[in-house]
């Protein structure tokens, strides 16, 4: 098992950017699958984006941020990070960062794929 820290969320206008962190401790990412996930209030929670079995260099994003979102890694520091770009109202949520030892390319678009999940990061977009 890995353990996750989150860290990067805050207010910000619309239109702002922010950079989400997800540090990996108890072992290394290496061979997960490590996805983006949020959660507004009263809803759903949502895939963001995903990095296929973390050296395979294959990321994903959800139709609602493609174009503006960018997942990447350093693996010096064991970490994750979500890009965020022209943000708006409706990106206002709970981001949580997970990983999943296990995953088949069509599973990682799903929650229950990752048994490894972060404490979550508020990011709220408004003026």
């Known amino acids: 098992q890995v353990q996750l820290v989150e860290s990067g969320g805050e207010l910000v206008q619309p239109g702002g950017s922010l950079r989400l962190s997800c540090a990996a401790s108890?072992?290394?990412?290496?061979?997960?699958?490590v996805g983006w996930f949020r959660q507004a209030p009263g809803k759903e929670r949502e895939f963001v984006a995903s990095?296929?079995?973390?050296?395979?260099?294959?990321?994903q994003y959800a139709d609602s941020v493609k174009g503006r979102f960018t997942i990447s890694k350093d693996n010096a520091k064991n970490t994750v990070y979500l890009q965020m770009n022209s943000l708006q109202p409706e990106d206002t949520a709970v981001y949580y960062c997970a990983a999943a030892a296990r995953a088949i390319w069509s599973s990682q678009f799903r929650a229950d794929t990752y048994d490894n999940w972060g404490q979550g990061t508020q990011v709220t977009v408004s003026s």
């Open positions: 990095m296929f079995r973390w050296n395979s260099g294959s990321t």
């Open positions: 108890g072992r290394t990412f290496s061979g997960y699958t």
